[in-house]
């Protein structure tokens, strides 16, 4: 009984490592060298403008979000994706530092579907389209942290499809 166990939990490690977590979602951090009010009006403003499908006649998923929370320490929400009617979980949490002059943000996206393991990197565009889309990678001191760890697939992510 205690070999299997072990043998299991190998597997469980071994599985985590090849193909990064075991559900698919996702975790970023993120500064940007601009207040937290700033990042917070700037995010909320870009859920709001693809709340509709409108923004995907042409393809991709920067569309169909939801707002369920919004203020200045948590955003929160949810993605629809288009293609195959998963629906993923986002919040967003903002840290100011730097004397309020600058803003650290935790994203995490997870895919309430729980025995979705593989995305096609959704959960990590999920946040990225979003920051990307409010001009917010161009803020200064602007820098993106994640790895495959992470985020499930996503170094295969292509954020103009998914
Ligand atoms: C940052 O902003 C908060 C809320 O406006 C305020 O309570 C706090 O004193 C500020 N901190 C600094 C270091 O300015
Ligand atoms: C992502 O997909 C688009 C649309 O199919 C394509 O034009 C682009 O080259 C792709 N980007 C990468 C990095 O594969």
Request: hydrophobic share 35%.
């Amino acid at each position: 009984m205690e070999q299997a166990a072990v043998i299991l939990l190998g597997l469980y490690f071994a599985t985590c490592s090849a193909t990064g977590p075991l559900h698919a979602q996702c975790r970023v951090e993120w500064n940007f060298g601009v207040p937290c009010w700033n990042v917070y009006v700037a995010l909320v403003s870009q859920i709001k403008l693809w709340s509709t499908a409108d923004n995907c006649q042409q393809g991709g998923e920067k569309c169909l979000y939801t707002l369920e929370t919004a203020n200045i320490h948590l955003i929160a929400g949810k993605h629809s994706t288009l293609s195959d009617k998963n629906v993923e979980d986002i919040t967003l949490k903002l840290i100011p530092f730097d004397d309020n002059e600058s803003c650290h943000v935790s994203g995490f996206s997870v895919s309430e579907t729980w025995y979705l393991v593989l995305d096609y990197g959704t959960n990590y565009c999920n946040l990225h389209n979003l920051v990307e889309g409010s001009s917010l990678d161009k803020a200064p001191g602007y820098a993106e942290s994640t790895n495959d760890f992470k985020c499930t697939q996503y170094s295969a992510a292509n954020c103009t499809i998914y």
